[in-house]
């Protein structure tokens, strides 16, 4: 049997079995330190064993774990209210436990909002190719990924895939039975493609002149990862009227969340939608708690310092191997590099050098260090790169 034995083999996983973390480094049984430079996916955002969520966890353990949303939430109001604070289209949150239930509820929102305002007929969601929004039924066909649909039968209807940044295409696909269109600022699992500002700003007018709702999903791109605590914030004017967030915002409690404006929020009355572990005690406590750290200034200085020296020394990896890195890829530290030579090798390889990463679509390395990080912990990742990428020199071209 394979590597899970009674576990679904959907992943497939290296023999390091990590036991502990400390900051950005995990460890393994056998004592072998590793510096983690995807964090679990963009969500060990504090790195490993932070005091402040820790703390925050154990105090509420030792106090309520779970009421579910029939009872007073007080964790889940104090999240939410600062998420609102922070983001000035947003008036209604509701929370999650995932990124994928995140963007079913901001779907279902989207909806019903029109449904109220008298056009039930906008059902249909536009998103773009390259775009992952999780992996529920409804995501997988947001998505649009035909790896990800083939063999789970049919598609469902109320779903518009179009190119990446085209915006032409976008013009000619929008049609009275438009709901909504959803985008992620920066894909993530697509490849790290950020949008262009002026694709964000053209969505947010597409959107007001056809009474359409603007949807960003920010699961992976949140959360402090590109230096603002939302991606979408670089750009002044490029507000959406609902936003999914979850992986960062739990710092690896699993937490997410449906952000929503006022008049979207609004259609979303008692017996609407609802998850029973949704605004739990113990992962609002993790989620304020990680909130209050990534939300000072200094945390989000420190991670664009961080962002822009790894981009100059992924510019100079860039010069001295052009045999293996085709394009530097990302935003701030959701960054990486489109390789010459099989990602999944070069991954194999850093495993070997005791340094974690991952992969996207079309043959992206994948970066999503801890956001703590300082310079030493990027002239460590930048070396074993460099003797990676040296010994990646003789591998074969990647055929995609
Ligand atoms: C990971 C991810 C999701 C899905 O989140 P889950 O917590 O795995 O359900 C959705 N959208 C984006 C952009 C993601 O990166």
């Not at 779907?107 to 999780?134: C, L, W």
């Not at 010069?319 to 999944?344: I, N, S, T």
Request: with cysteine.
């Amino acid at each position: 049997m394979a590597h899970g034995d009674h576990l679904y083999d959907t992943y497939n996983p290296p023999k390091q079995n990590f036991i502990r973390g400390e900051g950005a480094y995990l460890y393994t049984e056998n004592g072998n330190k590793y510096l983690d430079f995807i964090a679990g996916i963009s969500v060990n955002c504090l790195g490993h064993n932070h005091p402040s969520p820790k703390k925050a966890l154990i105090d509420q353990a030792n106090k309520v774990w779970h009421l579910s949303g029939m009872f007073q939430l007080p964790g889940a109001k104090a999240l939410a209210e600062k998420y609102c604070q922070a983001l000035p289209f947003a008036e209604k949150v509701f929370f999650t436990n995932s990124g994928a239930e995140a963007l079913e509820c901001a779907m279902k929102s989207a909806r019903k909002y029109h449904y109220d305002n008298g056009s039930p007929e906008k059902v249909d969601i536009i998103t773009f190719q390259g775009a992952f929004h999780g992996r529920t039924f409804a995501t997988i066909n947001a998505g649009g990924n035909p790896k990800y649909l083939k063999g789970f039968g049919p598609t469902l209807p109320g779903f518009i895939h179009l190119p990446f940044a085209d915006h032409d295409a976008l013009e000619k696909a929008i049609s009275k039975t438009t709901a909504a269109i959803l985008i992620e600022p920066v894909q993530g699992e697509g490849g790290l493609r950020p949008v262009p500002d002026q694709c964000l700003l053209g969505l947010r007018k597409v959107c007001d002149d056809n009474d359409i709702l603007l949807i960003y999903d920010e699961v992976q791109c949140g959360a402090g990862r590109t230096g603002r605590l939302f991606a979408h914030q670089w750009v002044e004017g490029a507000e959406p009227d609902i936003m999914a967030v979850a992986k960062g915002v739990g710092g690896g409690f699993p937490i997410g969340a449906c952000i929503a404006s006022g008049k979207v929020g609004a259609g979303m009355v008692p017996g609407t939608h609802g998850s029973t572990y949704g605004g739990n005690p113990l992962a609002t406590a993790v989620g304020n708690a990680v909130w209050d750290e990534i939300s000072k200034p200094a945390f989000l200085k420190n991670v664009n310092i961080i962002s822009d020296l790894i981009k100059k020394e992924f510019e100079q990896l860039k010069h001295d191997f052009p045999d293996v890195v085709q394009e530097l890829r990302g935003k701030g530290l959701l960054c990486g590099m489109k390789l010459k030579k099989p990602a999944l090798e070069v991954r194999k390889m850093m495993l070997e050098k005791f340094m974690l990463g991952g992969s996207a679509g079309d043959n992206v390395l994948r970066l999503a260090p801890p956001l703590i990080i300082n310079e030493t912990h990027v002239t460590e990742a930048v070396n074993i790169l460099r003797a990676c990428f040296e010994e990646a020199k003789k591998l074969d071209d990647f055929e995609g």
